[in-house]
Structures are given as structure tokens and as C-alpha cells.
């Protein structure tokens, strides 16, 4: 689809704007392809998934580290530990799940905190500075087991025909509205909750990691392809790239929040009373 | 001096899209503004609601923008 129009600017060389294209990193090391549905699928093995196994790895040894010698007067270290295991057991756990059954729920929290943390501060750490979860295919893992915890948890509490009518019958909702109520219930709670769990995670970092490119790839091309007077402008785009890169470092932050708190929010649905 | 801007109009429509969420969620943060400047000692549990609704408003022009990519 093409708008015929002015440019401003003259270029001697096309200016190709980033696209998904550019997510879709080579192999590292030996790989073959494979054929499926008609597409062409690279065997191996990809920046991302090196990352996201040193990302478990990372935070293991931290925590592992950080709580070898534990002492009453806390050490830097342990600090730092304590206030994150501290900040995820109250603000997530106790404030949401509720005091008496949050202690089964704090590890599986406190360790997907720190994991899609650190997955996501790659986008900004030198020489990594790809987000993991730009590739929809690593925050589908994470959605899945998200889902399958707080149903479980949610059958285990109520039994499996209590726990359907939990999540498709709203307190209070009598008579004929309900044909309406229960499959819109019954879609939003157990179908569309992990796609929209993970499209949250994956497109926040795809697209905060696509306005970076867009800021360093302009720049250059305003700098070096630009006429005279658009020049300067590519140098505003390089203070913005700086900019909107301290902005994705809270978002990556808030996302991992938002991802763990819904998290303990399904449970909290799930393990909660019937009315 | 004639050219032509390339481009999908894809990007065009979520642009308008993202408006729908924006004002959702200057709706929710001037919401939340309100309530702790009204009773500061509620602020720890206004910001989880405030957080939640942001997720969920912003969670539309988030899928706007997986589809702009993905229709084409």
C-alpha cells in the first residue's frame, strides 16, 4: 500500500523502516531446517534461547549467592535479595492471593518475577540488548504454565465442577441474563486469559525494542543519507533513542509487575471462596 | 519535489486505535491521583487497582498493535 505524496526529504538511497524481519535472528552454530505446514523452520539454536537459559541461570546463582551465608545483620547482598523476595512475598502474594494460602504461591512468584526481569532488562544491558520476549514463542511458555497453575489450583480448591461454576457463574447473576453471562464468563476466564497474558508481555518488549531501531536506524539514515538541513535532526533522534531507552527500562520493570501480579491474581480467582 | 511515502496503512489505523486506550488510561491514572491525594494512607492498595487497570486498558492497544502487524 503506497501514499503517493511530498517528500521532505531527498535521498540518494531508500530508507527501509524496521519490521518484524528484524527479530528474526540467525542461528548460532551448526543448524539445519525442517519443513512443516508448508514453512521453512531453522533448527538450532538462537540468541534468545541462549538468553533465557542464562537469564535462569543468573538468577539462580544471585539468590544462591546472595543467601549462602545468611546472617541477622544482612550483608549488601543479602540486602538486596531480602527487599526483592520481600517486595514480590507482600505486594503480590499476601496483599492479593490473601494471608492464608499465599505461602504455596510465593516461589513459583518470587522465581517468574526475577526471571522475566532479567529477560526483559536484556533489552537495555550491553552487547545482549535484544529483549527475550520480543519472540512471541518464549512468553507462550510462560503463559501456559501460568494457566495451567491456577487451574490446577482452582480444581484442587473447589473440585473441577465447583471450580467451572467459580469461573463462569458471577456471584448474584439469576435467571435468563445468565445464558449470556456464562460462555462470556467461561471465555474470558479460561480461554482468552493466557493469550492476552502473554500478547501483553511479548508486544511490550517487540515494540519497545522496534522504537529503538527505528530511533538508531533513523539517525544514521538522517545523518548520513539527509540533506544539509535535516542533518541536526538525525543527532534529536539519537537524544531521543537515549530517552525512550531510560523509558524502556521502567517499562521492562512494570511489565514483569504487571506480568507477576496478574499472575497472582488468577490464583487469587481461582483459590477464592464461593460466594 | 514529488516522492511517495510507502508504508502500510496498517500503521495509519493503529494509530487511531492506540487513541481508545490513551484516554483509558489517563482516565485510570487521573483516577488514582484523585483517590491517594484525597486519602494518602490508601495508597498501597489504590496502586495495585491502578496498575491492574492500566494492564488491562493497555492490553488493547497492545493487541492493536500484534494485529497491524499481523494483517496486512
Known amino acids: 500500500m503506497s501514499v503517493t505524496g511530498t517528500t521532505v526529504i531527498r535521498a540518494s538511497e531508500e530508507f527501509a523502516p524496521p519490521g518484524p524481519a528484524d527479530f528474526d535472528l540467525p542461528a548460532v552454530g551448526p543448524h539445519g531446517s525442517f519443513e512443516l505446514f508448508g514453512q521453512s523452520f ?26 549462602r551465608q ?26 492479593i492471593i490473601g494471608s492464608r494460602d499465599f505461602m504455596r504461591f510465593v516461589p513459583y512468584l518470587f ?6 526481569l532479567v529477560n526483559n532488562l536484556f533489552a537495555t544491558i550491553p552487547f545482549i540488548q535484544f529483549p527475550t520476549f520480543s519472540r512471541s514463542g518464549m512468553v507462550y511458555g510462560l503463559a501456559i504454565l501460568s494457566w ?44 482468552v486469559r493466557p493469550v492476552t497474558l502473554a500478547l501483553r508481555l511479548f508486544a511490550n518488549m517487540f515494540a519497545g525494542h522496534l522504537l ?19 542533518k541536526p535532526v538525525g543527532l534529536i533522534a539519537w537524544v531521543l533513542f537515549i530517552a525512550v531507552a531510560f523509558l524502556e527500562i521502567l517499562i521492562q520493570f ?15 480467582g481461582a483459590v477464592a471462596d464461593e460466594h | 519535489m514529488n516522492g511517495s511515502i510507502n508504508g502500510s496503512l496498517n500503521m495509519i ?37 491502578a496498575i491492574l487497570g492500566f494492564a488491562l486498558a493497555e492490553a488493547l492497544a497492545i493487541i492493536g498493535i500484534a494485529l497491524a502487524f499481523v494483517l496486512s
Do not use: C, W
Open chain 1, 70 to 95: 545468611r546472617s541477622m545483620v544482612p550483608g549488601r547482598l543479602q540486602y538486596v535479595a531480602e527487599e526483592g523476595y520481600g517486595f514480590v512475598r507482600n505486594s503480590m502474594g499476601r496483599d
Open chain 1, 111 to 116: 522465581a517468574l518475577f526475577f526471571f522475566v
Open chain 1, 42 to 67: 531453522v533448527l538450532g539454536v538462537t540468541k534468545p534461547m541462549i538468553q533465557i537459559v542464562l537469564a535462569a541461570v543468573l538468577v539462580f546463582a544471585f539468590f544462591y549467592v546472595a543467601s
Open chain 1, 148 to 191: 495451567v497453575i491456577y487451574n490446577a489450583a482452582g480444581i484442587a480448591r473447589h473440585g473441577f465442577v465447583g471450580y467451572l461454576k467459580l469461573q463462569s457463574v458471577p456471584p448474584g447473576v439469576k435467571g435468563p441474563i445468565l445464558l449470556l453471562i456464562v460462555p462470556l464468563e467461561f471465555l474470558s476466564n479460561l480461554v
Open chain 1, 254 to 268: 512494570l511489565q514483569a509487575y504487571v506480568f507477576v501480579l496478574l499472575n497472582a491474581m488468577y490464583i487469587s
Open chain 2, 13 to 49: 489505523g493503529y494509530g487511531l486505535a492506540a487513541i481508545g486506550p490513551g484516554v483509558g488510561i489517563g482516565l485510570i491514572f487521573a483516577a488514582y491521583i484523585n483517590g491517594v491525594a484525597r486519602q494518602p494512607e490508601a495508597q498501597s492498595r489504590l496502586q495495585t487497582i
Open chain 1, 212 to 230: 529503538l531501531i527505528l530511533f538508531a536506524l533513523g539517525g544514521e539514515y538522517l545523518l548520513l543519507h539527509g540533506a544539509a538541513l535535516v
